[in-house]
Structures are given as C-alpha cells and as structure tokens.
C-alpha cells in the first residue's frame, strides 16, 4: 500500500514543508521511495523523487524549498515496479503537462503500458501509478482537453483497486478518484486538500469528507466539487467537522510509536469496555451473532487480526459456547466460499479496515447473501462502509506498522461479546486496563533481559497452549515483523511431533502459559530443556512451572481469559527491546507495510 495527498491554495506559496508534513503522516503506508511535486502561477511542474524514507529523500532533494500553489506527495510501498527513481511516484505525463500519483493496485498494467508503447506515449518506468498518468493524458488528447472526462474514460481502462490525484499545468483544479482505495478530502481556509486517509488532513483542516467508490474529487481553493465517474453528473455531499482526536502521530516522549502505543493498551482497553457498554451497535452486532441458527460463525482477518480471531473462538467457544471458525481472508474464500449463504454470518476484522485480502472476502460473503459484520479502527474505513454493523475498537490511530494496542482490543472486544453472549456480568471485566498496566511495569524489566539472549539467536519457537496459543502465534509474528529474525509460533503439544528435532544447546524456546495449563506446560517445558534447549516462561506466578523453566515473566495473577491479554505485552515487550537491540526502527520495518490495500 502506499500514501498520496495534494493540495491547492488560492496563492503561490513554500508548498514543501505541508508536503514533507503531510508525508510523514502517511509514511507507515509505504517507505521505499517518495516523491513530491509543486505546480507555480505559471504553470510549471517541480517534480523530486527517489528511493528511500521521506526524511533522507527530502533532505537529498531539499524538499523544503519547493513552492506552488498547487502540490502531490505519494509514499510508495513496491507493488508493480522495483523501488526505482523511475517508479517513485508523482509521475508525468509524455509531455510533462500532467502530473500525478496513485495508491492501490492496476492488475492490466502490463498491458496498459504496451498500448501506451505503440501509441508512442513516453512511458519512463515499470511502475502502474505511471499508468495512471497516461491513462488520464491519452483521453485528454481525444477528448478536447477536459480532465473530467478524460478521467472518466480512463476509469473505464484501468482495472485494480486504486486511488489516485492529478494535475494538469494549465488548469487551476487538482482531480482525484477512488475506486477500492481510501480517499479523504478536507477543506480549508483558501485551499482544499485530498489523501489516502486522515491523518496527514487534520492538521490543516477538521472539515472533511470521505469519498465514495466510482466518485471524482475536482478540488479548486474555494471549494470541493464531487461527480460520479459513471455519469459525469455533481454529487450534492457537503464536509462534516471531524471531532475525534489528532495527537496520536506525536511520539508523545517515546523513541518509538510501538512503545508509545503499547504504553496506550490500559487507557485505550478501558475506553474501549466503556464504549461497547451500552453501545446500540453492541445490541444489534450480538442480535446478529446469536441469529446464527446454530450455524458456526466466521471470523476473518489477516496477520494479527487473523491472531485475535482465532483467540475470539476460543473465547466464544469455551465462555459461550458458541462454535467459531478464525480463518484467513483469502482462505475463508478458498474454504468457504461455495458453502456460505443468507443464513451464515462472518465478522470481518481489520484494524484499517482496508486490507485488501479482507474485503476481498467481504464482497464473497456479500455475493452469497451472507451477513457481514466488522471490528475495525480506521472509521470511515471500506469495511466500515460495507458493514452491516460493525463495532470499533477506539484505539486511535495506530502509526507503527506492528500492531500493538489495535490487537489488544481486538481480544478485549472478542472477550465482551463473548461474556454478553454467555449472559456474563461484564463487569468483571472492568479490571482489566488496571491489570494492563501493572503488566507492563511488572514485565519491561525481564523482558530486556530475555531480549538481549535472544538477540543472539536466527531462530526460535513460541509456544502456546488453548487460549495462549494465539498469543504465541502473535508474539512470534511481532518478533519476526521486527526483528528479522524466524520465530515461529506453535501450539505447544505439537512442538513434539517434529519441530523439537530444532532443539540444541541454549536453542530458546518461549511458553505462553494460561492459568490452569501449567501441568500440562510443564511436560513441554521438559521435553525441551531434556534436549538442551532453553524454556521461557510467560505466565501467572506459578511454583512448579518456575521450577522447570530458566527465564520467567511473570504477569499480574487474572482469570483464565484475561491471562491471554495480559500475556500479549511482555510478548510485545521482548520484540521490541530486540529489535531495538539489533539496531533496527521497529516502527518501520522492511518490507513491510500498516495496511495492504493490494493483492
Ligand atoms: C499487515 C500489517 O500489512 O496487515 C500487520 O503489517 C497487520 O501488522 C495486517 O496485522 C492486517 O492489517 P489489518 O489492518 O487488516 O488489521
């Protein structure tokens, strides 16, 4: 996935430094290049780009000095194209009279572009956001030179999931379009602006509007016009004042956004509880859940969401007997997607609410009639959109690409519907943020040290079994997202069937360990440290498990179902201190991205 913003202002102006501004916000949508481009009174285009993070490029490039009324920022996450000065977006058109940039996916851009080569068009790079441009340019031409319905005619050629924002020189307007991607638009005093979501918006302006599917954004200084890519015809939808709150991109004092927003988990958890607790939303999402006819509900979500999943059907299953299947989005397509129909329902869980591979399975479960249910962060998200109800997680926005706090109020909300549904008092669970707390405190300490043993090692396996199981395949995601290193997470009886062939002198091996599973860990334990192998605990303070393993983190006493939550922070902890250890942002780790809008 990658980040565009653009804007334009009513006078020529230092447009580099809202840019860089802008960039930043978005850069843990994509960090292997950025490119910024300014347009002047007179009309000529200043376009900078190269691979790399916006704070080298611009420093390279001096973005700061760049002036315009008239300015497009896009931070790229490779998709088509290696990470190239050619494929670093914005990009021009043949003649250089257009400029433009683009997030999302083109999936016929191999072939848009071979057209493009023998209609003589210049086409520089590999990359689709280019394809875009020249999408646009080739139906300019035709059509007498009006953006508008060049960019209709272009909707038509695309094919993919994408947004995109363009300009062209003699033209004071900045278009943009949205056609599966996130696309926001604000407005201000004497300028309007367009992004990929909020965050780099709200800065400038509260006053925002989110686009829809198939809508064209024509953005002059004044205003913000809206047309519909089918028709042609204006969309009457007026701005709405964005209440929520904007502080979250600040580190707030931490080195890092992970450790700030893990240090957020006891504040983010009790609002959330407090929210669901009369939440209409709640009502009508349980209504949904309990309307299942017995029939086995699906939960759907990719990398950690697909994590907390898994821990919601052991909670459904053994709070309230309640029978779920966690799947992967892609494969909740491959596995299911000939036998759901109007009587199944699916909760879709995605903290952006736009990776790609989730609402591909949400359209399936559209397709067939079935009921579709989200738990997502982003509001205003497509999975928000395409909800029949959804319920969200209020964590604020989540910026470093491993999620944390999102995570844990994902279990924390699996955890409430699981009580509502066994008609448990929820109040029980008002401990919770206090015990989050007392973990990270009780935890930091032991979790650095077991880190720096750690750091020496390429590989290791976490173990976890029943309702630590998701929390070992959690943790070990974390370690491998930022750390490089392979980590791989396992229910603990399994280890025996193969992997314990791994073991060897001091080889670590860590223990997610739920109250009440101790004797059963304990045989684990052993067969591991018998071979050699080193056991870390993660666990309730327990006497006999302390007696077998080398390493113990220790977490607040709790019941059997908030062991698991409270167990995710010194997993969080033990990734981050090694990855800090190795040197390396865990922030943004290579490679990666927050959200993957594409296939
Ligand atoms: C990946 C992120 O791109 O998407 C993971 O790197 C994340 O951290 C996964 O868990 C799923 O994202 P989401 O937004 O659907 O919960």
């Known amino acids: 996935m990658c980040g565009i913003f653009g804007i334009i202002t009513n006078k020529e102006q230092p447009l580099g430094p809202i840019l860089i501004e802008a960039g930043k916000r978005l850069a843990y949508r994509g960090y292997d290049s950025v490119g910024c481009a300014t347009v002047a009174g007179d009309g000529t285009i200043d376009l900078r780009k190269d691979v790399g993070r916006i704070e080298d490029v611009s420093a390279a490039l001096d973005f700061p000095a760049m002036r315009g009324s008239r300015g497009i920022t896009q931070l790229r996450w490779a998709t088509f194209g290696a990470p190239s000065h050619e494929n670093a977006q914005p990009h021009l058109d043949s003649d250089g009279d257009m400029v433009g940039a683009h997030n999302g996916n083109v999936v016929n851009n191999v072939q848009m572009r071979e057209m493009f080569l023998r209609e003589g068009l210049t086409v520089r790079g590999t990359n689709d956001g280019e394809t875009c441009v020249h999408a646009v340019e080739r139906h300019f031409d035709r059509n007498g030179g009006r953006m508008l319905d060049a960019i209709c005619a272009a909707y038509d050629d695309l094919e993919g999931d994408y947004a995109f924002v363009i300009t062209h020189r003699d033209e004071h307007r900045?278009?943009?379009?949205?056609?599966?991607?996130?696309?926001?638009?604000?407005?201000?005093?004497?300028?309007?602006?367009?992004?990929?979501?909020?965050?780099?918006?709200?800065?400038?302006?509260?006053?925002?509007?989110?686009?829809?599917?198939?809508?064209i954004v024509v953005l002059s200084p004044e205003g913000i016009e809206l047309y519909g890519v089918h028709d042609g015809q204006q969309i009457n939808r007026q701005t709405k004042r964005y209440e929520g709150p904007i502080e979250m991109a600040e580190k707030g004092g931490y080195p890092h956004f992970m450790l700030k927003e893990i240090h957020e988990q006891p504040a983010v958890a009790g609002e959330l509880l407090h929210l669901l607790n009369g939440s209409r939303h709640v009502e009508r999402f349980l209504e949904a859940l309990r309307a299942t006819d017995e029939r086995p509900v699906y939960l759907v979500g990719c990398g950690t969401s697909y994590h907390a999943c898994l821990l919601g059907a052991y909670y459904f299953n053994q709070l309230a007997g309640v029978a779920a299947v966690p799947v992967l989005g892609p494969q909740f397509i491959e596995q299911y997607?000939?036998?759901?129909?109007?009587?199944?329902?699916?909760?879709?869980?995605?903290?952006?609410?736009?990776?790609?591979?989730?609402?591909?399975?949400?359209?399936?479960?559209?397709?067939?009639?079935?009921?579709?249910?989200?738990?997502?962060?982003?509001?205003?998200?497509?999975?928000?959109?395409?909800?029949?109800?959804?319920?969200?997680?209020?964590?604020?926005?989540?910026?470093?690409?491993?999620?944390?706090?999102?995570?844990?109020?994902?279990?924390?909300?699996?955890?409430?519907?699981?009580?509502?549904?066994?008609?448990?008092?929820?109040?029980?669970?008002?401990?919770?943020?206090?015990?989050?707390?007392?973990?990270?405190?009780?935890?930091?300490?032991?979790?650095?040290?077991?880190?720096?043993?750690?750091?020496?090692?390429?590989e290791m396996y976490f173990l976890g079994y029943g309702l630590s199981h998701p929390i070992a395949l959690e943790g070990a995601l974390k370690l491998k997202e930022i750390t490089y290193a392979h980590c791989e997470g396992m229910f603990s009886s399994e280890f025996k069937h193969g992997p314990l062939s791994a073991v060897h002198d001091g080889y670590p091996v860590v223990f997610y360990t739920a109250p009440g599973d101790e004797s059963m860990m304990i045989n684990h334990v052993n067969e591991v440290t018998v071979r050699g192998g080193r056991a870390i605990a993660v666990a309730a303070a327990h006497e006999a498990l302390g007696k077998n393993v080398h390493d113990y983190l220790v977490v607040p006493d709790a019941d059997r179902f908030t062991a698991p939550i409270l167990a995710t922070v010194p997993a969080q902890l033990i990734s981050y201190h090694m990855s800090v250890t190795r040197g390396i942002d865990p922030d943004f780790p290579r490679n990666l991205s927050k959200t993957l809008t594409v296939d």
Do not use: H
Request: proline letters at 3%; glycine letters at 10%; hydrophobic letters at 45%.
């Open 337 to 458: 997607g000939q036998s759901v129909g109007p009587k199944d329902t699916a909760v879709f869980v995605s903290q952006s609410g736009e990776t790609k591979d989730v609402l591909n399975a949400v359209k399936v479960m559209r397709e067939r009639g079935g009921r579709v249910l989200g738990v997502l962060n982003v509001l205003g998200s497509t999975l928000m959109n395409t909800s029949d109800v959804y319920l969200p997680l209020a964590c604020g926005y989540e910026i470093s690409v491993p999620a944390t706090k999102t995570f844990v109020n994902q279990a924390v909300l699996f955890l409430y519907l699981a009580y509502r549904l066994a008609g448990r008092d929820t109040a029980e669970l008002d401990a919770l943020a206090a015990l989050l707390a007392r973990t990270i405190e009780a935890t930091d300490g032991a979790a650095r040290e077991v880190a720096g043993y750690l750091a020496g090692w390429e």
């Open 174 to 215: 900045l278009y943009a379009i949205k056609k599966g991607s996130g696309l926001v638009a604000g407005l201000g005093d004497g300028f309007t602006c367009v992004s990929s979501d909020l965050p780099s918006i709200l800065p400038l302006t509260r006053q925002v509007l989110y686009i829809q599917d198939g809508e």
